[in-house]
């Protein structure tokens, strides 16, 4: 079973409902750093190598699991929605079990596919 896919309207009710959700940023240190939801905790899901490109973050889990622990209650989200879906896939995989992903992340989807 794949990652739950929430719209941004609930996520917010999640966030606001005292339920211990947290928003978790998948995005860059300087896409973050630009603009981010309210309270939101940042471990960037894929970072550049040292010739810039992207790949994914070798300690990405590691982190989370040691910053939050695996009864972490998350909505991963990042600028359009690509990472922060990979990022619960692995976070899954890892074994966390309260994992969802906030569709269109912080900039909103660009491409939405019918009947999702």
């Known amino acids: 079973m794949g990652v739950k896919r929430i719209t941004p309207e609930q996520a917010k009710e999640l966030l606001d409902s005292n339920q211990d959700y947290i928003y978790l940023d998948v995005r860059t240190v300087p896409e973050f750093e630009a603009g981010h939801v ?17 790949q994914l973050n070798p300690r990405f889990v590691e982190i989370v699991e040691a910053s939050f622990g695996k009864d972490l209650k998350c909505i991963t989200g990042c600028q359009k929605g690509g990472r922060s879906i990979k990022a619960g896939e692995l976070l899954l995989v890892a074994g966390f079990p309260h994992v969802l992903d906030m569709r269109g992340g912080f900039g909103g989807e660009t491409d939405v596919r019918w009947g999702e």
């Open 38 to 54: 309210p309270g939101a905790k940042n471990v960037p899901v894929v970072e550049p190598d040292a010739s810039g490109r992207m």
